[in-house]
Structure formats: C-alpha cells, structure tokens
C-alpha cells in the first residue's frame, strides 16, 4: 500500500493545502507565486497530459516522487535532483517565544534573505503556506523557518535559511524545534527533505532527531 509520503505534492494539494490548490481530479498545482510544485494522482501518459493542459502558464514546474519516473511525456526533462525524506522521530522540543511569527508585511525581509541564502523556491506568495518565523538582529532578518506540504498528517518543515554573516549561532536550529514543537502540538508529524549533495545538512538533522524514511526525487520539468 503506498504512504501518502511517496507522492507528498499530490497528498498535500488534496488535503492539508487544498484551500491554496488548482486543478483537477488527476493533476494539481499551487498558484505560481505560492510555489512552483505540482502534483499528479498517478504516474501516466494520461495524469502527465492532464497536467499540461490545466497549467496556465510556460514556467517549468516541480515535480516530487519517491521513485523514479518512467517518462514524463509529453513533458521535457530540465533537471533531476536527488535527495532524502525524513521523518522527525525525537522528543518534542520546548517552544520558544523569542521568536518572531512573520507576516505578509515581512514578505520583502524573507526574500531579501532567500536570495542571500537560498532555502529553495521561495516568491512572494509563499508565505501563504503559513507558520514562519524569524529571528532578526535589529531590523534585518537573518534567519528563518517555516512550513509548506501539510496531507492532514504530516507537515514539511521548510524555507530553512540563514544569513551568511550568521551562521554558526544555532539559529536553524532553534527555528527548527519550534516548527517541530508546533507541528506536534497540532497533532501531527514534522518531516522534511534534504538534497542528497548537502551532507552537512543531513547530518545536523540526523543529530537533531530526525531519521530517513525514504530516497526522494525532485524532477522539475517544462512544456516542450
């Protein structure tokens, strides 16, 4: 039987995120200032057409699975980047309150920070996943956290960046036990994903507590 985290794009677009959702009954996506991600109900000829023809516009997109694709025509292959999942299996940490919950006001902060340290995707609507907070040194935001795929399950714990003229300070971490606190305070897992090339990364987050439940593939694709 397979796990709602195998297709964590897909799972979150029905349930968790579906407010923010476009699309059909086969292929989904979030509006292109919230995030370029899609999901598909399944790995066809007919979900990967279905696709194309509801996305308005011609960004290439991003696509996640847990195995690799047989062939996403009549999409074309931009790129294949591979990673971990990994699921928070430690203690739940004590919250913080010296940490700033950051609203749609803080939104040219957050970008000014992703481009110093880019977290992944991050536009100007992203904030619309909700639950991020920030650390700031004065009125500059050096640091921050937040969520993004939500399947009623389980929360992925994203847009983890600091400053380069911070680090070292324990800064993601800190963010980090506060998504995990308040992830488990709503009932549900935290987990997030890590590039397979980012070793440091991996294992800071093996340390804090979390652990691997599978190989995951980010395929980002474009129409041809």
Same mark, same amino acid.
């Not at 203690?91 to 004590?94: E, N, R, Y």
């Given at each position: 039987m397979s796990h709602?985290?195998?297709n964590p794009v897909w799972s979150a677009l029905t349930s968790g995120n579906q407010s923010i959702a476009l699309g059909s009954d086969q292929a989904?996506?979030? !509006?292109p200032q919230v995030a370029p991600f899609v999901g598909v109900a *399944?790995?066809?000829r007919g979900h990967f057409e279905a696709l194309r023809d509801i996305i308005p516009y011609e960004q290439p997109v991003a696509l996640f699975t847990h195995e690799p694709l047989p062939d996403p025509w009549p999409w074309v292959l931009v790129n294949r980047i591979d990673g971990f999942q990994m699921l928070y299996e430690g !203690? @739940? !940490?004590?919250e913080e309150d010296s940490l700033t919950d950051l609203t749609r006001a803080d939104v040219p902060a957050m970008l000014a920070l992703t481009r110093l340290s880019p977290p992944g995707p991050f536009l100007p609507q992203t904030i619309e996943f909700g639950g991020y907070q920030g650390i700031f040194d004065g009125d500059e935001l050096v640091a921050m956290a937040g969520r993004r795929f939500d399947n009623g399950?389980? @929360?992925e714990i994203s847009a983890v960046c600091t400053h380069p003229d911070h680090t070292g300070k324990g800064y993601a971490r800190r963010l980090i036990n506060n998504q995990i606190c308040r992830i488990r305070?709503? *009932?549900k897992i935290p987990y997030l994903h890590v590039r397979a090339d980012n070793a440091r990364?991996?294992?800071i987050y093996e340390q804090m507590g979390f652990v691997t439940r599978s190989g995951m593939i980010i395929y980002i694709v474009a129409k041809p």
């Open positions: 709602p985290l195998d989904k996506y979030y !509006p *399944g790995h066809t !203690p @739940v !940490p004590a399950t389980h @929360v305070a709503d *009932g990364a991996y294992r």
